[in-house]
C-alpha cells in the first residue's frame, strides 16, 4: 500500500509549521503541504497521487466540504471510496494549542493514522431477518407515522382513545403492558385488561361503569374499578376483574413511558421521547438488517463456565444493550445484530474470546505507539524543549459526542481567542466501554506519562453518567502500588461549557503527573504474555490478560514497585487452599486456562501468570477449599522465580493402588469418600485381601469382575 500525506494549513488559520510537519511524519510514502488543500492545492495532490501510485491519501482537514473535495480528486485516480482518510489538525489542534505544539501534534496524528491503517480489519457484515410488525404504546403520533411502512399494533395501555383521530390504520390493543421480552425480530409483551376478547363494544359497561373506570376505545376498566352490578350489564360476559393477560408478538416496539434492563438501549426497542430519528430508525429495521459485524468471538478460549458452574460473567454484566447472555449456566451467547459496538464486552474479557474488529486491540496499540515520540534530541520537537509536546498524555476519546464537544470548543476557542488546553494525544474508541485496563497499561508501558479516558458523561449513548470512575479508580491504584503514582483521569467535556474541561484538564496533565521514568519511542507491543514459552496460551493475541500481563512487565523494567501485590487489576487471582482441599481434579478440569495443575505427589500446583481469576475454581470447589484473591502477585512469576511458572498452593497424600501402583486419588479424598459410602459397598469383594477404595478405578473394575466369577 502506497501511502501519501497531505498537509494543509487552511488558508493561514492553523499556525502549524508546515515544514516542520513534513519532517516529523515518518510512516508514509510521500509528505506534501499546501496553504490550501481543498482549493489551489488539488492539482499538487493529483500529481503528487499519480506520480507515487498513491493506494491511500491522509489529509489533515476536518471540513466536511474539503474531505469531500479529496474524496473526488481520488476517485477520478481510481482509488477505493475508502481510501481518503483524514485527522483533525484544527478544532482539536492548532485551535486549542500554541503553534509548536499544534505542530508536533499534527505530524503525530498522522504516523498513528498510518499506523491505524495498516491494521484495519477487512469488513464483514452480520444480518437477521425480521416482520414489518411494530408495537406502539400509548403514542398515536408515532403510530401514525409508521403506518405506510409497518404494520402497527397501538397498545392503549390502559388510556382512552375515542377522540384521537386517525388510527383508522392501525390495530387496536386493549389492556396496559406488563412485561416485555426478547429481542429485535422477536418481542414479546404481555398485556393485561379487564375486558376478555369477546367484548363487542356495545358500549353497555361504559355508560353504566362508574365514572372514569371505563375507556370508550378501546373498551377496558381500570384495574381499581369496584365491584358491583354494574358488571352484569355485558351481554357477552367479557367482564373480569381479575384481570386476564395475553401475549402478542411484535418485531419492534416504541414504548415512550417505558423502562429497559438494558440500559444502553436495545436495538428495535425504543424508549423515551419519540422524535424523527426514533421513526426513521423503525423504518430503516423494518423487514430485516444487515450490520457491520462488530465483534471477533473465539468461545473457546471463554471463561464463562464448565461442568454446569457459573465462572466469568463480566460480558453480560458489562453489555449495556442486551446483546449477551446466558441461556445456561455455563454457556455465553452474542447476538451480533443487537451489537452496538460499544467494546464493553471485549474491554472486560480477560481471555479475548470477544475481541471488537474495528478498531482492534492491535489498531489501538500501534496508535498509541505512534503517538509517543522518544525524548532524545533525535525527535520531532524533542521534550524538554521549549517547543512541542512536552507532558505525553494519550486519550481515549469516544466517537460519540465527546468528540463532538471537542471540535464545539475548538470553534468556540476561535470567537474567544482565549481557549487552550494542553495538547493531549486522541486515539479515537468507539465508546470509553471499549477502553479497559490492559489498553491503559499498554500506553504507559510505551512511554505515555499519562491517561485521559475522555468520554461522553451524562449524555452517554452507552453507559450513563462516568462510565470509567471506576477503571481510573482501580487503575490508578495499581500504577501507586507500582511505584508511578496517579496516572489514569477521566474526563467528560460538556456541551457549551468547555472552560470547565479544560480546568479539569489542565489540573491532570499540568499539575497532576511527573514525567514517567518509562521511555518512549522503542517499543511496540505483541499482545502476549508468553512469547518465550515453548506451549504458548491459547489466547488470542491482545487479550486482556496477556497484554496487560507484557505491559506490566515492561513497566517494570524501569520502576520500584511499593507492593508486592499489584491491587486494581481485575484479570488476575492469586490461590488460597485451605485444609479442607482432598486433592479431587474439579478445579483443575473446571479451570479454564489450565492455571491449576494436580500432581502425582500429591500437590496441587497454581500458575499465576495463567489465571484470569474467573472465580470457577472457587465456585466449583466441593470442599469449599479454595478462596481467590484480587492482584497481581509479582512474586508469583516466573521471572522471579527462576523461571518456574508453578508454585505449590496445597500438599497432601497421594494413595497409590494396592495392585498397580498407581496413584490415583489422596488420602483425604479416599477416606472422605469412604466415609460416605463405605456401609454402601461393604461386602462388595468379601475374598479381597484390601478394601475395594484401596485399588484405582482400573483395578478395582478388575478386582470386581474376578469376584463376581467365583460366586
Aim: one cysteine or more; aromatic letters at 4%.
Amino acid at each position: 500500500m502506497n501511502t501519501g500525506a497531505f498537509v494543509c494549513s487552511c488558508g493561514g488559520s492553523c499556525d502549524i509549521d508546515l515544514e516542520a510537519v513534513r519532517d516529523g511524519v515518518d510512516s508514509v510514502d510521500v509528505v506534501a503541504s499546501s496553504e490550501l488543500l481543498c482549493q489551489d492545492g488539488l492539482a499538487g495532490m493529483s500529481q503528487v497521487i499519480e506520480e507515487y501510485d498513491l493506494d491511500q491519501v491522509i489529509a489533515t482537514t476536518p471540513e466536511p466540504s474539503c474531505q469531500d473535495r479529496i474524496r473526488g480528486l481520488a476517485d477520478e485516480h481510481g482509488l477505493h471510496p475508502e481510501a481518503s482518510v483524514f485527522v483533525d489538525h484544527r478544532e482539536t489542534n492548532a485551535w486549542v494549542h500554541d503553534g509548536a505544539a499544534a505542530t508536533d501534534k499534527t505530524a503525530r496524528l498522522i504516523n498513528a493514522k498510518r499506523a491505524g491503517l495498516s491494521e484495519e480489519a477487512p469488513s464483514r457484515t452480520v444480518s437477521k431477518d425480521a416482520g414489518n410488525r411494530v408495537a406502539v404504546v400509548g403514542d398515536p403520533e408515532a403510530a401514525r407515522s409508521l403506518t405506510d411502512d409497518a404494520d402497527v399494533l397501538f397498545i392503549a395501555d390502559g388510556r382512552d382513545f375515542a377522540d384521537v383521530e386517525g388510527l383508522g390504520d392501525v390495530t387496536m390493543e386493549r389492556g396496559r403492558v406488563v412485561d416485555i421480552d426478547g429481542s429485535y425480530g422477536e418481542y414479546e409483551l404481555t398485556l393485561e385488561a379487564r375486558v376478555t376478547d369477546d367484548c363487542i363494544d356495545c358500549m353497555d359497561c361504559v355508560r353504566e361503569g362508574p365514572d372514569g373506570m371505563v375507556t370508550e376505545f378501546p373498551v377496558d376498566i381500570h384495574p381499581d374499578a369496584p365491584d358491583g352490578e354494574w358488571t352484569n350489564t355485558c351481554p357477552t360476559d367479557a367482564i373480569d376483574l381479575e384481570g386476564v393477560t395475553r401475549t402478542v408478538e411484535v418485531d419492534q416496539v416504541i414504548y415512550p413511558g417505558g423502562r429497559d434492563d438494558a440500559h444502553g438501549g436495545r436495538l428495535g426497542f425504543y424508549t423515551g421521547p419519540v422524535d424523527a430519528g426514533t421513526i426513521a430508525a423503525v423504518e430503516s429495521q423494518v423487514g430485516g438488517i444487515e450490520k457491520p459485524q462488530f465483534l471477533d468471538l473465539d468461545m473457546d478460549v471463554c471463561a464463562a463456565g464448565a461442568s454446569s458452574q457459573e465462572g466469568c460473567t463480566a460480558c453480560v454484566d458489562a453489555c449495556p444493550h442486551g446483546a449477551v447472555d446466558r441461556p445456561t449456566i455455563d454457556s455465553v451467547e452474542f447476538d451480533e445484530v443487537a451489537c452496538e459496538n460499544c467494546g464493553a464486552c471485549t474491554s472486560s474479557c480477560p481471555t479475548g474470546a470477544t475481541q471488537l474488529r474495528e478498531p482492534s486491540n492491535r489498531r489501538l496499540a500501534r496508535e498509541v505507539e505512534a503517538l509517543l515520540e522518544d525524548d532524545s534530541d533525535e525527535g520531532l520537537l524533542s521534550r524538554g524543549d521549549s517547543a512541542g509536546i512536552d507532558t505525553q498524555v494519550v486519550a481515549f476519546v469516544c466517537s460519540e459526542y465527546a468528540a463532538e464537544r471537542l471540535r464545539a470548543h475548538g470553534r468556540k476557542a476561535v470567537r474567544s481567542g482565549d481557549l487552550d488546553y494542553p495538547p493531549i494525544l486522541p486515539v479515537r474508541v468507539n465508546c470509553t466501554d471499549t477502553v479497559g485496563e490492559a489498553h491503559v497499561m499498554h500506553a504507559l508501558a510505551a512511554g505515555a506519562d499519562g491517561v485521559a479516558i475522555v468520554g461522553c458523561g451524562g449524555s452517554c449513548l452507552h453507559s450513563g453518567p462516568d462510565p470509567k470512575q471506576d477503571l481510573v479508580d482501580r487503575l490508578n491504584r495499581a500504577t501507586t502500588d507500582l511505584g508511578l503514582g496517579d496516572r489514569v483521569g477521566f474526563f467528560a467535556p460538556e456541551a457549551g461549557n468547555p472552560a470547565a474541561f479544560v480546568e479539569s484538564l489542565s489540573g491532570f496533565v499540568e499539575f497532576g503527573l511527573d514525567e514517567t521514568p518509562i521511555p518512549a519511542g522503542d517499543y511496540e507491543a505483541t499482545g502476549r504474555s508468553d512469547t518465550d514459552r515453548e506451549e504458548p496460551r491459547p489466547n488470542p493475541d491482545f487479550d486482556s490478560h496477556g497484554w496487560t500481563l507484557e505491559s506490566v512487565r515492561t513497566i517494570m523494567e524501569y520502576v520500584e514497585p511499593e507492593r508486592e501485590v499489584i491491587r486494581g487489576l481485575k484479570d488476575f487471582g492469586v490461590m488460597d487452599v485451605n485444609d479442607a482441599c482432598t486433592l479431587t481434579p474439579t478445579c483443575t478440569t473446571l479451570c479454564p486456562t489450565d492455571a491449576i495443575k494436580r500432581t502425582g505427589h500429591g500437590e496441587l500446583a497454581f500458575n499465576h501468570a495463567d489465571c484470569v481469576n474467573c472465580g470457577l475454581c472457587e465456585e466449583g470447589c466441593p470442599e469449599t477449599a479454595i478462596t481467590m484473591h484480587d492482584g497481581l502477585d509479582l512474586s508469583l512469576l516466573p521471572e522471579n522465580r527462576d523461571g518456574e511458572a508453578w508454585v505449590t498452593v496445597h500438599e497432601g497424600d497421594m494413595l497409590e493402588c494396592i495392585r498397580c501402583g498407581t496413584p490415583f486419588t489422596s488420602v483425604a479424598s479416599a477416606d472422605k469418600i469412604e466415609e460416605e459410602v463405605g456401609d454402601q459397598v461393604e461386602g462388595l469383594a468379601p475374598d479381597a485381601d484390601h478394601s475395594v477404595f484401596e485399588y484405582c478405578s482400573d483395578c478395582r473394575s478388575r478386582l470386581l469382575f474376578d469376584q463376581g466369577e467365583k460366586r
